[in-house]
């Protein structure tokens, strides 16, 4: 029974990344172990087909900004969401009102992956208190437009919309998380969601302190 569970891909896997990247009483979040928590969705999000690829692949574009930082001569300073937000901001690394010498910097790349994360947030929330019959893309279009969408133009929450009508079915969507049956998916969720929410409220706080929700 447990043993395909071990080697496959789980999501509770990619869910322990999010507790694992809070630091200090979840007064910071390391960089290295949020990015771990990305990779998992976008290997998941995989799964769900083709559909999807035009998502994951601006994920993964993320990701990879992060990562060289990271990787790159001043990656200790990258090291938690805190160091970066001070060390990007007083060497003016941070295009402010348009993007322009600083297109790409580590500030504004993790405010894309920030706001997903409110999507994936209310998406799960949405699963697990979702009785059996609930429609995967109606749940997953409400927590969209709850959330990405007030950032997306016209042409992408049109085609998200579409790409909704692909998402499987609630239990398949269970299956393919290979958690267990549906009751230890609900559980796992209500155990896992409260990390996610840890790393969002954090970083969210961060980012109003710092005036850095509106970085183009
Ligand atoms: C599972 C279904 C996935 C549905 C995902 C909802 C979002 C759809 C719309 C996203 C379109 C992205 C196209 C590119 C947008 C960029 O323009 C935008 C802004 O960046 P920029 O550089 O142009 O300023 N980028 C973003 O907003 C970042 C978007 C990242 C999307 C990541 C989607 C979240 C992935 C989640 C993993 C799915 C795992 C589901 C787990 C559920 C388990 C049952």
Redesign the pocket.
Known sequence: KMDSAEDKFC?REVLVSFKSCLLNDDKDVLVEHYLTGWKG??R??NT?GTV?S??????VT?IQIMENYLKGDNGERYRTLRSMVEYELSGNLVDLTKRSSHPDSGC??LL??H??LR??QL??EK?RTSSEDSKTSTL?SEA?NDS?AN???WL?RK??SV??FA?PTRNT??E??NVGSPDVVVEMLGEALPYVSKVYDFTQELYVQRNLLDL?
């Open positions: 999501l969705l976008v998941f999000m769900l999807f035009f998502v994951s692949k601006d994920a993320k504004r790349t894309r992956l706001r997903a999507w994936l998406f799960l699963l997953c969209y990405l950032y997306h133009p992408i085609t998200a790409a909704f998402l969507f269970f393919v998380m183009p």
